[in-house]
């Protein structure tokens, strides 16, 4: 099965037998070890040296935490949203009683630092920003770099979801000054789902030791405090860390710089290769299209159904829309464990199914 949704992604064999280890106990020095040699080689993609702390949660969890762990019930919150991932880290401050002002890009666009940066200038009260790296939703990567240098001349807490970039996109955490940034374990990280991955910045602690949010499981703190003796406050995904301490070894193999030029590579050739075909890719701005993610519009006259239904029949899985977006794109995943033959395999089966589910071929050579 070619499996190219953005997440679960494919695991190579050496991570999922490492899930076949027996358990070991998670307050002994078995699972200390394990859990300090994750976290050191975290802190490495993350290019950081702020704390790393591992959460057992889905991204959403990881999510979760960087709102409630950071931010009081009323405190206005500027959210910077591409599409249905930057709308969920909005909808969560909301939840938990933020005072949020959106600030919403046109899907397949980016955002604009000027408009973040005039949005900040506009009400000074605001605090925090939260924004969104890599929207798996429209493929397209924000400027990151651009828009953390706006919210830090304005001197707010930066707040990013990074959960399909990190690892796979060069995000340098320290470099940007960025304050917590998440990620998960099923995107880049050629892990099984399970766990998601924060980072604190010394600023991030200063605003969580005045954050007055509910929390309990998803407490940072609580979860700093362990970490220090070398354990996790609640029973943790043992066989996740298992799978990931692996996946860790094979990505220091491979290295950070050789991991985002493949992630670029392959990015190129899947968004040429829907262009040969005639198709167009969502995003509006080639500069930003996501190296770990590629929307492309649904041709005139194929139902984005049957071209996944026909895809899947020949082992290709891709994903369809999210939101308003259902039924009008369909996703191709190439992040984490992907190699230059998945992507050739996933274009070719495209190529000979579209023209079964409507396409016509006169529109593919125009
Ligand atoms: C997948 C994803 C999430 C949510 O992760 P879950 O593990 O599905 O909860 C959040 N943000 C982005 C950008 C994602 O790609």
Redesign the pocket.
Known sequence: MNLRI??PTPCPEEVLAAMTKQMVDHRGPEFKDVLLRVTERLKTFFQTKNDVVTLTA??????EAAIVNFLSPGERVLAVSIGV?GD??AKIAETYGASVTRLRFEDGSAADPERIAAALADDPSISAVTV?????STGVTNDLAAIAKVVKAADKLILV?????LSAIDLPVDALELDVVVS?S??GWMVP?GL?FISVSPRGWEANAKATMPRFYLDVREAKKSLDKGQTPWTPAVSIFYALDVALDMMLAEGMANIFERHRRIAQRTREGVKEMGLKPLVRDERYASNTVTAVWAPEGVEVKALRAALRERNVVVAGGQGALDGKIFRIGHLGYVTDADIEETLSVLHDVLPKVGYHAAAATA
Do not use: I
């Open positions: 953005p997440g889905a991204g959403t969890g990881g999510l991932f969920r880290f969104t790296h890599n929207e798996t979801d990074a959960v399909s970039s998960g099923q995107k789902p998601s």
